[in-house]
Protein backbone atom coordinates (compact mmCIF):
# COMPACT_ATOMS: atom_id res chain seq x y z
CA UNK A 1 0.00 0.00 0.00
CA UNK A 2 1.37 3.54 -0.55
CA UNK A 3 1.35 4.01 3.01
CA UNK A 4 -1.20 2.66 5.53
CA UNK A 5 -3.98 5.04 5.56
CA UNK A 6 -5.75 6.23 8.67
CA UNK A 7 -9.01 8.31 9.18
CA UNK A 8 -10.24 10.26 11.81
CA UNK A 9 -13.99 9.17 12.22
CA UNK A 10 -15.99 11.73 14.45
CA UNK A 11 -17.82 8.75 15.84
CA UNK A 12 -15.19 5.61 16.05
CA UNK A 13 -11.86 7.69 15.98
CA UNK A 14 -9.01 6.35 14.11
CA UNK A 15 -9.67 3.93 11.09
CA UNK A 16 -7.30 2.00 9.80
CA UNK A 17 -7.57 0.99 5.85
CA UNK A 18 -6.52 -2.74 6.04
CA UNK A 19 -5.42 -3.67 2.47
CA UNK A 20 -4.31 -2.54 -0.91
CA UNK A 21 -7.52 -3.27 -2.54
CA UNK A 22 -9.82 -1.88 0.06
CA UNK A 23 -7.40 1.55 -0.20
CA UNK A 24 -7.74 1.16 -4.28
CA UNK A 25 -11.63 0.89 -3.70
CA UNK A 26 -12.57 3.97 -1.77
CA UNK A 27 -9.98 6.03 -3.98
CA UNK A 28 -12.16 5.08 -7.11
CA UNK A 29 -14.19 7.93 -8.72
CA UNK A 30 -17.15 5.96 -7.77
CA UNK A 31 -16.67 5.99 -3.87
CA UNK A 32 -15.37 9.36 -3.70
CA UNK A 33 -19.00 10.57 -5.28
CA UNK A 34 -20.54 9.15 -2.23
CA UNK A 35 -19.12 12.17 0.01
CA UNK A 36 -20.98 14.18 -2.61
CA UNK A 37 -24.53 12.38 -1.35
CA UNK A 38 -25.70 13.12 1.86
CA UNK A 39 -26.74 10.52 4.60
CA UNK A 40 -29.92 11.59 5.64
CA UNK A 41 -31.07 13.96 2.17
CA UNK A 42 -33.21 16.67 3.30
CA UNK A 43 -32.70 15.82 7.11
CA UNK A 44 -30.72 18.53 7.60
CA UNK A 45 -33.72 20.85 7.19
CA UNK A 46 -34.92 19.75 10.73
CA UNK A 47 -31.79 18.80 12.39
CA UNK A 48 -28.84 21.15 11.30
CA UNK A 49 -25.94 18.71 12.25
CA UNK A 50 -27.22 15.95 9.32
CA UNK A 51 -24.49 16.70 7.15
CA UNK A 52 -22.75 13.49 7.29
CA UNK A 53 -22.42 11.70 3.83
CA UNK A 54 -22.79 8.38 2.40
CA UNK A 55 -19.25 8.00 2.14
CA UNK A 56 -18.47 8.30 6.10
CA UNK A 57 -21.34 5.74 6.70
CA UNK A 58 -19.54 3.25 4.14
CA UNK A 59 -16.16 3.56 6.15
CA UNK A 60 -17.84 3.36 9.85
CA UNK A 61 -19.68 0.29 8.67
CA UNK A 62 -16.29 -0.99 7.38
CA UNK A 63 -14.76 -0.31 10.77
CA UNK A 64 -17.81 -2.45 12.72
CA UNK A 65 -17.11 -5.06 10.40
CA UNK A 66 -13.60 -5.90 11.09
CA UNK A 67 -14.25 -5.47 14.96
CA UNK A 68 -17.01 -7.68 13.98
CA UNK A 69 -14.95 -10.69 12.66
CA UNK A 70 -12.38 -10.09 14.55
CA UNK A 71 -14.68 -10.60 17.66
CA UNK A 72 -15.57 -13.89 15.71
CA UNK A 73 -12.42 -14.99 15.18
CA UNK A 74 -11.37 -14.45 18.94
CA UNK A 75 -14.78 -17.19 19.49
CA UNK A 76 -13.31 -19.85 17.50
CA UNK A 77 -15.01 -19.28 14.01
CA UNK A 78 -12.50 -19.41 11.63
CA UNK A 79 -12.40 -16.96 8.91
CA UNK A 80 -10.07 -16.78 5.93
CA UNK A 81 -8.21 -13.40 5.22
CA UNK A 82 -9.92 -13.74 1.74
CA UNK A 83 -13.37 -13.81 3.56
CA UNK A 84 -12.21 -11.14 5.82
CA UNK A 85 -11.58 -8.69 3.54
CA UNK A 86 -14.30 -9.68 0.69
CA UNK A 87 -16.59 -9.24 3.43
CA UNK A 88 -15.38 -5.96 4.49
CA UNK A 89 -15.37 -4.82 0.74
CA UNK A 90 -19.70 -6.22 0.87
CA UNK A 91 -20.20 -3.83 3.69
CA UNK A 92 -18.25 -0.82 2.34
CA UNK A 93 -20.18 -1.64 -1.32
CA UNK A 94 -23.39 -1.62 0.28
CA UNK A 95 -24.61 1.55 -1.02
CA UNK A 96 -22.98 2.77 -3.43
CA UNK A 97 -25.82 2.39 -5.81
CA UNK A 98 -27.51 5.20 -3.93
CA UNK A 99 -28.41 8.48 -5.62
CA UNK A 100 -28.79 11.45 -4.61
CA UNK A 101 -30.76 12.76 -1.92
CA UNK A 102 -31.17 8.56 -1.75
CA UNK A 103 -34.97 7.30 -1.69
CA UNK A 104 -36.34 10.55 -2.62
CA UNK A 105 -35.36 10.17 -6.53
CA UNK A 106 -36.19 6.30 -6.42
CA UNK A 107 -39.57 7.55 -6.67
CA UNK A 108 -39.44 10.05 -9.44
CA UNK A 109 -36.09 10.14 -11.57
CA UNK A 110 -35.90 6.44 -11.32
CA UNK A 111 -39.07 4.89 -10.84
CA UNK A 112 -39.40 1.72 -9.34
CA UNK A 113 -35.46 1.06 -9.98
CA UNK A 114 -33.67 0.71 -6.42
CA UNK A 115 -30.65 1.78 -4.70
CA UNK A 116 -29.96 -2.11 -3.55
CA UNK A 117 -29.98 -3.40 -7.48
CA UNK A 118 -27.87 -0.66 -8.56
CA UNK A 119 -25.44 -1.41 -5.66
CA UNK A 120 -24.99 -5.18 -6.94
CA UNK A 121 -24.49 -3.38 -11.02
CA UNK A 122 -21.87 -1.24 -9.74
CA UNK A 123 -20.07 -3.65 -7.48
CA UNK A 124 -20.30 -5.96 -11.06
CA UNK A 125 -18.72 -3.31 -12.72
CA UNK A 126 -16.17 -2.59 -10.18
CA UNK A 127 -15.25 -6.66 -10.13
CA UNK A 128 -14.67 -6.13 -14.17
CA UNK A 129 -12.12 -2.90 -14.30
CA UNK A 130 -10.36 -4.24 -10.86
CA UNK A 131 -9.62 -8.12 -12.79
CA UNK A 132 -12.34 -10.47 -10.68
CA UNK A 133 -10.81 -9.13 -7.29
CA UNK A 134 -14.43 -8.91 -6.32
CA UNK A 135 -15.84 -12.46 -6.86
CA UNK A 136 -16.24 -13.73 -3.43
CA UNK A 137 -17.76 -10.17 -1.99
CA UNK A 138 -20.64 -10.59 -5.16
CA UNK A 139 -21.18 -14.30 -3.47
CA UNK A 140 -21.63 -12.50 0.15
CA UNK A 141 -23.44 -9.83 -1.47
CA UNK A 142 -25.82 -11.50 -3.41
CA UNK A 143 -26.13 -14.29 -0.50
CA UNK A 144 -24.64 -17.08 -2.84
CA UNK A 145 -21.67 -17.93 -0.33
CA UNK A 146 -22.47 -21.16 1.53
CA UNK A 147 -21.27 -19.41 4.50
CA UNK A 148 -24.77 -17.40 5.13
CA UNK A 149 -23.69 -15.80 8.07
CA UNK A 150 -21.30 -13.46 6.02
CA UNK A 151 -24.63 -12.12 4.40
CA UNK A 152 -26.30 -11.75 7.29
CA UNK A 153 -24.00 -9.54 8.30
CA UNK A 154 -24.35 -7.24 5.63
CA UNK A 155 -28.19 -7.27 5.28
CA UNK A 156 -30.20 -8.67 8.00
CA UNK A 157 -32.41 -7.26 10.65
CA UNK A 158 -29.22 -6.85 12.53
CA UNK A 159 -26.47 -6.25 10.12
CA UNK A 160 -23.27 -3.69 10.31
CA UNK A 161 -25.25 -1.61 8.15
CA UNK A 162 -28.10 -0.75 10.83
CA UNK A 163 -25.16 -0.68 13.37
CA UNK A 164 -23.18 2.10 11.90
CA UNK A 165 -26.21 4.65 10.39
CA UNK A 166 -28.27 4.39 14.09
CA UNK A 167 -25.38 5.29 16.32
CA UNK A 168 -24.18 7.62 13.19
CA UNK A 169 -27.27 9.07 12.14
CA UNK A 170 -28.16 9.97 16.66
CA UNK A 171 -23.98 11.70 17.11
CA UNK A 172 -25.19 13.93 13.77
CA UNK A 173 -28.89 14.85 14.75
CA UNK A 174 -28.29 14.82 18.04
CA UNK A 175 -31.35 12.66 19.02
CA UNK A 176 -30.19 10.79 22.02
CA UNK A 177 -32.69 8.64 21.74
CA UNK A 178 -31.62 6.00 18.81
CA UNK A 179 -28.31 5.23 21.39
CA UNK A 180 -27.73 1.83 20.49
CA UNK A 181 -24.77 0.62 22.41
CA UNK A 182 -23.35 -1.17 19.10
CA UNK A 183 -20.07 -2.06 21.08
CA UNK A 184 -21.91 -4.93 23.07
CA UNK A 185 -24.02 -5.93 20.03
CA UNK A 186 -21.06 -7.07 18.49
CA UNK A 187 -19.38 -8.64 21.37
CA UNK A 188 -22.23 -10.58 22.33
CA UNK A 189 -22.53 -12.09 18.51
CA UNK A 190 -21.40 -15.19 17.89
CA UNK A 191 -22.23 -17.86 14.81
CA UNK A 192 -23.88 -21.04 15.87
CA UNK A 193 -25.02 -23.60 12.54
CA UNK A 194 -24.01 -20.98 9.89
CA UNK A 195 -26.22 -18.32 11.64
CA UNK A 196 -25.41 -15.45 13.21
CA UNK A 197 -26.65 -15.52 17.03
CA UNK A 198 -26.71 -13.43 20.21
CA UNK A 199 -25.60 -14.72 23.23
CA UNK A 200 -28.53 -14.66 25.89
CA UNK A 201 -27.30 -12.13 28.08
CA UNK A 202 -26.98 -9.73 25.23
CA UNK A 203 -30.47 -9.64 24.50
CA UNK A 204 -31.12 -6.48 26.25
CA UNK A 205 -28.50 -4.67 24.22
CA UNK A 206 -31.09 -6.11 21.64
CA UNK A 207 -34.72 -4.94 22.72
CA UNK A 208 -32.76 -1.54 23.52
CA UNK A 209 -31.67 -1.78 19.55
CA UNK A 210 -34.61 -2.57 18.07
CA UNK A 211 -36.87 0.31 20.14
CA UNK A 212 -33.73 2.83 19.51
CA UNK A 213 -34.52 1.86 15.26
CA UNK A 214 -38.23 2.33 15.88
CA UNK A 215 -37.82 5.65 17.47
CA UNK A 216 -35.62 7.16 15.06
CA UNK A 217 -37.89 6.10 11.83
CA UNK A 218 -40.68 8.58 14.00
CA UNK A 219 -38.17 11.17 14.79
CA UNK A 220 -35.93 11.17 12.20
CA UNK A 221 -36.22 9.17 9.44
CA UNK A 222 -40.24 9.91 8.88
CA UNK A 223 -40.15 13.17 10.80
CA UNK A 224 -42.84 14.91 8.83
CA UNK A 225 -40.99 17.77 7.75
CA UNK A 226 -38.70 15.29 6.16
CA UNK A 227 -41.46 13.21 4.60
CA UNK A 228 -42.79 16.86 3.47
CA UNK A 229 -39.69 18.15 1.84
CA UNK A 230 -39.19 14.72 0.19
CA UNK A 231 -42.46 15.28 -1.45
CA UNK A 232 -41.53 18.62 -2.51
CA UNK A 233 -38.32 17.62 -3.94
CA UNK A 234 -40.07 14.39 -6.07
CA UNK A 235 -42.69 17.08 -7.44
CA UNK A 236 -40.44 19.01 -8.80
CA UNK A 237 -38.32 16.64 -10.56
CA UNK A 238 -41.57 14.93 -11.55
CA UNK A 239 -42.20 18.50 -13.15
CA UNK A 240 -38.82 19.06 -14.97
CA UNK A 241 -39.52 15.90 -16.47
CA UNK A 242 -42.67 16.69 -18.27
CA UNK A 243 -40.93 19.75 -19.30
CA UNK A 244 -37.51 18.51 -20.07
CA UNK A 245 -39.30 15.21 -22.33
CA UNK A 246 -42.00 17.69 -24.04
CA UNK A 247 -38.89 19.81 -25.33
CA UNK A 248 -37.87 22.77 -22.62
CA UNK A 249 -34.34 22.63 -22.69
CA UNK A 250 -32.06 23.33 -19.38
CA UNK A 251 -29.00 24.35 -18.32
CA UNK A 252 -27.64 21.41 -16.31
CA UNK A 253 -25.21 18.82 -15.62
CA UNK A 254 -25.03 16.52 -18.65
CA UNK A 255 -26.00 13.21 -16.38
CA UNK A 256 -28.77 14.90 -14.69
CA UNK A 257 -30.56 15.84 -18.20
CA UNK A 258 -30.17 12.42 -19.36
CA UNK A 259 -31.66 11.10 -16.66
CA UNK A 260 -34.50 13.46 -17.14
CA UNK A 261 -34.99 13.19 -20.44
CA UNK A 262 -35.03 9.62 -20.59
CA UNK A 263 -37.70 6.93 -18.65
CA UNK A 264 -35.75 4.25 -17.68
CA UNK A 265 -36.03 0.86 -15.82
CA UNK A 266 -33.32 -1.75 -14.17
CA UNK A 267 -33.01 -3.63 -17.17
CA UNK A 268 -31.82 -1.14 -19.47
CA UNK A 269 -29.19 -0.66 -16.91
CA UNK A 270 -28.33 -4.32 -17.82
CA UNK A 271 -28.56 -3.68 -21.37
CA UNK A 272 -26.76 -0.81 -21.96
CA UNK A 273 -23.34 -0.59 -20.01
CA UNK A 274 -23.03 3.22 -20.91
CA UNK A 275 -25.58 3.94 -18.40
CA UNK A 276 -24.62 2.93 -14.50
CA UNK A 277 -21.54 5.23 -15.02
CA UNK A 278 -23.33 7.46 -16.14
CA UNK A 279 -25.92 7.08 -13.07
CA UNK A 280 -22.52 7.10 -11.19
CA UNK A 281 -21.91 10.78 -11.89
CA UNK A 282 -24.52 12.02 -10.06
CA UNK A 283 -24.93 13.47 -6.85
CA UNK A 284 -26.72 15.98 -4.49
CA UNK A 285 -25.03 18.86 -6.55
CA UNK A 286 -26.28 18.14 -9.45
CA UNK A 287 -30.04 18.67 -7.59
CA UNK A 288 -28.79 21.56 -5.89
CA UNK A 289 -27.44 22.97 -8.78
CA UNK A 290 -30.83 22.39 -10.93
CA UNK A 291 -32.58 24.58 -7.85
CA UNK A 292 -30.43 27.26 -8.03
CA UNK A 293 -31.06 27.88 -11.55
CA UNK A 294 -34.85 26.76 -11.50
CA UNK A 295 -35.47 29.65 -9.14
CA UNK A 296 -36.05 31.98 -11.81
CA UNK A 297 -37.60 29.73 -14.99
CA UNK A 298 -40.33 30.81 -16.56
CA UNK A 299 -42.08 27.64 -15.49
CA UNK A 300 -43.95 28.91 -12.24
CA UNK A 301 -43.92 25.38 -10.82
CA UNK A 302 -41.05 25.23 -11.57
CA UNK A 303 -39.79 28.37 -10.18
CA UNK A 304 -41.92 29.00 -6.97
CA UNK A 305 -41.19 24.84 -5.51
CA UNK A 306 -37.12 25.99 -6.30
CA UNK A 307 -37.38 29.11 -4.31
CA UNK A 308 -39.43 27.01 -1.10
CA UNK A 309 -36.22 24.97 -0.73
CA UNK A 310 -34.24 27.91 -0.61
CA UNK A 311 -35.74 29.74 1.30
CA UNK A 312 -36.91 26.65 3.71
CA UNK A 313 -40.86 27.23 2.93
CA UNK A 314 -41.79 23.66 3.19
CA UNK A 315 -45.44 22.31 2.64
CA UNK A 316 -47.68 22.32 5.29
CA UNK A 317 -48.13 18.84 6.39
CA UNK A 318 -50.49 17.23 8.39
CA UNK A 319 -50.30 12.98 10.03
CA UNK A 320 -53.39 11.17 10.90
CA UNK A 321 -53.46 7.76 12.55
CA UNK A 322 -56.65 7.16 10.16
CA UNK A 323 -56.51 7.24 6.20
CA UNK A 324 -58.37 10.45 5.00
CA UNK A 325 -61.35 9.59 2.59
CA UNK A 326 -61.52 10.25 -0.91
CA UNK A 327 -63.92 12.65 -0.54
CA UNK A 328 -61.46 14.77 1.99
CA UNK A 329 -58.42 14.54 -0.43
CA UNK A 330 -60.86 15.88 -3.16
CA UNK A 331 -62.23 18.67 -0.81
CA UNK A 332 -58.69 19.39 0.70
CA UNK A 333 -57.18 19.83 -3.28
CA UNK A 334 -60.08 21.90 -4.06
CA UNK A 335 -59.52 24.38 -1.31
CA UNK A 336 -55.93 24.20 -1.90
CA UNK A 337 -56.39 25.38 -5.73
CA UNK A 338 -58.79 27.98 -4.62
CA UNK A 339 -56.19 29.26 -2.16
CA UNK A 340 -53.19 29.66 -3.95
CA UNK A 341 -54.94 29.94 -7.72
CA UNK A 342 -53.56 27.79 -9.93
CA UNK A 343 -54.57 25.67 -12.38
CA UNK A 344 -56.60 22.15 -11.80
CA UNK A 345 -54.30 20.30 -13.57
CA UNK A 346 -51.32 21.59 -11.61
CA UNK A 347 -52.52 20.93 -8.69
CA UNK A 348 -50.84 17.28 -8.07
CA UNK A 349 -47.48 19.30 -7.94
CA UNK A 350 -48.37 21.52 -5.04
CA UNK A 351 -50.73 18.94 -3.26
CA UNK A 352 -49.07 15.33 -1.85
CA UNK A 353 -50.64 12.64 0.18
CA UNK A 354 -49.97 8.87 1.40
CA UNK A 355 -48.90 6.88 3.93
CA UNK A 356 -45.65 5.94 5.75
CA UNK A 357 -45.21 3.20 7.73
CA UNK A 358 -42.60 2.29 10.91
CA UNK A 359 -41.97 -1.78 12.33
CA UNK A 360 -39.88 -2.31 14.91
CA UNK A 361 -38.71 -5.88 14.41
CA UNK A 362 -39.99 -8.17 11.10
CA UNK A 363 -40.90 -11.55 12.64
CA UNK A 364 -40.02 -13.64 8.76
CA UNK A 365 -36.57 -12.42 9.85
CA UNK A 366 -35.72 -13.41 12.61
CA UNK A 367 -33.07 -12.47 14.80
CA UNK A 368 -31.79 -15.50 17.09
CA UNK A 369 -30.63 -15.66 20.61
CA UNK A 370 -28.59 -18.60 21.64
CA UNK A 371 -29.60 -19.48 25.25
CA UNK A 372 -27.05 -20.67 27.85
CA UNK A 373 -28.33 -24.20 27.15
CA UNK A 374 -27.39 -23.72 23.33
CA UNK A 375 -30.67 -23.78 22.18
CA UNK A 376 -31.45 -20.95 19.09
CA UNK A 377 -35.07 -19.30 19.59
CA UNK A 378 -36.24 -16.10 17.94
CA UNK A 379 -35.76 -12.72 20.32
CA UNK A 380 -39.82 -12.40 20.03
CA UNK A 381 -40.11 -15.78 21.88
CA UNK A 382 -37.73 -14.51 24.95
CA UNK A 383 -40.50 -14.60 27.75
CA UNK A 384 -39.75 -11.48 29.14
CA UNK A 385 -39.68 -9.60 26.02
CA UNK A 386 -43.13 -8.18 25.26
CA UNK A 387 -41.88 -5.10 24.23
CA UNK A 388 -40.88 -7.26 21.10
CA UNK A 389 -44.26 -8.28 19.93
CA UNK A 390 -46.04 -4.84 20.46
CA UNK A 391 -42.60 -3.72 17.83
CA UNK A 392 -43.79 -6.48 15.33
CA UNK A 393 -47.06 -4.64 14.56
CA UNK A 394 -46.60 -2.56 11.33
CA UNK A 395 -47.97 1.25 12.44
CA UNK A 396 -48.52 3.11 9.45
CA UNK A 397 -49.57 7.20 9.26
CA UNK A 398 -51.30 9.24 6.78
CA UNK A 399 -49.93 12.06 5.57
CA UNK A 400 -51.41 15.33 3.62
CA UNK A 401 -49.24 18.08 2.93
CA UNK A 402 -49.50 21.80 0.78
CA UNK A 403 -48.28 24.60 -0.51
CA UNK A 404 -49.07 27.28 1.60
CA UNK A 405 -48.65 30.24 -0.88
CA UNK A 406 -47.72 30.28 -4.67
CA UNK A 407 -46.43 33.65 -6.98
CA UNK A 408 -47.94 32.86 -10.37
CA UNK A 409 -46.38 36.01 -11.76
CA UNK A 410 -42.87 35.78 -13.30
Known sequence: MKSQKILNDPVYGFITIPSELIFTIIDHPYFQRLRRIKQLGLTDFVYPGALHTRFHHAIGAMHLMSITLDNLRIKGTEISEEEYEASLIAILLHDIGHGPFSHALEYSLLKGVHHEELSLLAIELLNRELGGKLALTLRIFKNQYERKFFHQLVSSQLDIDRLDYLQRDCFFTGVSEGTIGADRIIKMMDVKNDQVVIEEKGIYSIENFLSARRLMYWQVYLHKTTVSAEKMLINLINRAKILRQSGTKFVLTEEFDFFLLNELKLDDFKLNDSLLPMFLELDDFDIWGAIKLWKNHPDY?????????????????????????????NQMQEKTIEKLEIPTEDIDFFFSYGTVSNYGYLAKERINILTKKGKVIDVAQAADLPNIKVMSKIVEKHYVCKAKSVNLNY
Open 301 to 329: VLRNISRMFLTRNLFKINFSNEPFSREEI
